[in-house]
């Protein structure tokens, strides 16, 4: 019998089933111990495996994804959604738009909750097996322009196309220049149809004129990120200006 295990342990570290290699002994004797027959015993090694495997995978997804973690689902006030916003809200949690490469633009006040919602769905969705990419506009265009310099724009632009959605936070929040702009441009020009873009912003449509510095630039961009889009504008108060006046109640 330890022969077999042995030669056992052996054939799962050559196949990389290394979690399955650490739990088989123990599962075996309680197997043995529960009298489960050989496909219940089997089924749940496997099961140990995959659940391990999938676990390691969101870990790093999550890791990747460069987010501000405390910004979650279990801290989000979800209570001061407006009815049909929640709703919508709790449907993009299943997924589904990314595989139809759909965006998701959240616009609103300053304080209303527009990075901790979309910080909290894209965690549930990496939960799910998503790659998801944070980042501040002012950072990803800092990065973009900096790809150009060094003629690596396309390499950039290459890895980014790996995950399935972008969240480009606070566009509009902080002045760009025209050239930075540009390779914001062709970023979502490279996404469009082909990923999801996450915005989030407090400047309305009618306004991106000076985000772009270009009327013409800024309308191509706006076609291409509403084509396929949700939107969400969350018309309420500052919730940081909320708690403060509670605080001082």
Known sequence: MAK?????????????LSYMKSEFQELAERASKESLDYNEFLLELLQLEYENRNHRKVEKFLRES?????KNLSSFDNKRL????LYQFKV?????FLERKENLLIFGNPGSGKTHMICALAQELINKGKRIYFAKCNLLVQDLLLAKRELKFSKKIKKLSKFDAIIIDD?????QSKKEMEVLFSLLAERYEQGSVFITSNLPFSKWGRIFKDPVMASA?????IHHSIIFELNIKSYRMEKARKKIA
């Open 66 to 70: 460069k987010l501000p973690l405390e």
């Open 4 to 16: 077999i295990s042995t030669e056992i342990k052996k054939y799962l570290n050559l196949l990389r």
């Open 171 to 175: 566009i509009g929040y902080v002045n």
């Open 82 to 85: 407006p009815r049909n916003t």
């Open 92 to 96: 993009l949690l299943e997924g589904d």
């Open 221 to 225: 961009a706006i076609d291409r990120l």
